[in-house]
């Protein structure tokens, strides 16, 4: 019965385009893959609606917290380089990076290489920001850190099983592989963690003069972040890492043509 509940981590998405990409994946997330991949034009045509159109929304609320001492300068240092430049930026350098460090782990398989290695890219990338963006980074260095741990531990238990006499693979599990079924099995953390971890980042957008009010309403100010990043984790799950960054790109490219047509 408890099969029947909790389908394996393979097992196709609903094979409609609105139940695969529904945002309720956000309470209830899992590692199903589309049912239908042949679809993915559809599916990621809503979330750019779905994503560009919450984020409109959660904007008013996050102009209102940043009266709290929040300056986004980086808008502007941007708009003052070459359009070209602003292009590559924005459409392509960004969206990559961020999609290598936030989601190219998200699958039902664990790689503990993939994860250490998104993680090390991060801890490169923000390792220079303050407040809680210095909090992310020291988490990007704690999963190096263990990922590379576990790695060690499970090539040495690779080679000393065959040892024992036994059939390889015999004696207790290496933690690679109890960690493994724990992300497999509890896919609402990994995907949770990134999501925040992808909206607090995005902190570093703002010159801050760090209080507790500012503590207090930071997830408001980066609220259209976190939407964002939920809308891109749907596309990478559902239909894999290359639909998030081609979801991420065109969803930069319209911010970027509002933006640009309005200053």
């Not at 250490?116 to 704690?142: E, K, Q, R, S, T």
């Amino acid at each position: 019965m408890s099969n029947e509940q909790n389908p394996p981590a393979d097992a196709g998405a609903p094979g409609g385009v609105w139940s695969t990409i529904s945002p309720r994946f956000g309470v209830h997330p899992d590692w199903r893959t589309a049912a239908s991949r042949k679809r993915w034009p559809g599916g990621l045509a809503l979330l750019f609606v779905l994503g560009l159109g919450g984020s409109l929304v959660l904007l008013a609320a996050s102009l209102l917290a940043a009266r709290t001492g929040y300056d986004n300068t980086p808008i502007v240092e941007l708009l003052d380089r070459p359009v070209v430049e602003q292009l590559v930026l924005v459409v392509l350098f960004a969206p990559l990076i961020e999609e290598l460090v936030f989601r190219l782990a998200l699958a039902a398989r664990l790689r503990l290489g993939v994860l250490a290695a998104a993680a090390a890219f991060g801890l490169v990338n923000f390792a220079g920001g303050d407040g809680p963006v210095m909090v992310v980074a020291a988490v990007f260095a704690l999963i190096v850190l263990l990922s590379g741990a576990l790695w060690i531990q499970s090539l040495v238990a690779g080679v000393t099983r065959p040892e024992a006499g036994g059939e390889p693979g015999a004696g207790p599990p290496a933690w690679r592989d109890s960690v493994a079924r724990w992300w497999e099995a509890h896919p609402r953390w990994p995907v949770w963690c990134s999501i925040a971890a992808f909206g607090t980042v995005h902190l570093a957008n703002y010159d801050v003069a760090w209080s507790v009010a500012a503590v207090v309403v930071a997830p408001l100010v980066v609220s259209p972040q976190i939407w964002l990043g939920l809308m891109f984790t749907i596309a990478r799950v559902r239909y894999g890492w290359w639909a998030g960054l081609v979801l991420h790109a065109f969803h930069n490219l319209a911010v970027w043509s509002v933006t640009t047509a309005a200053g």
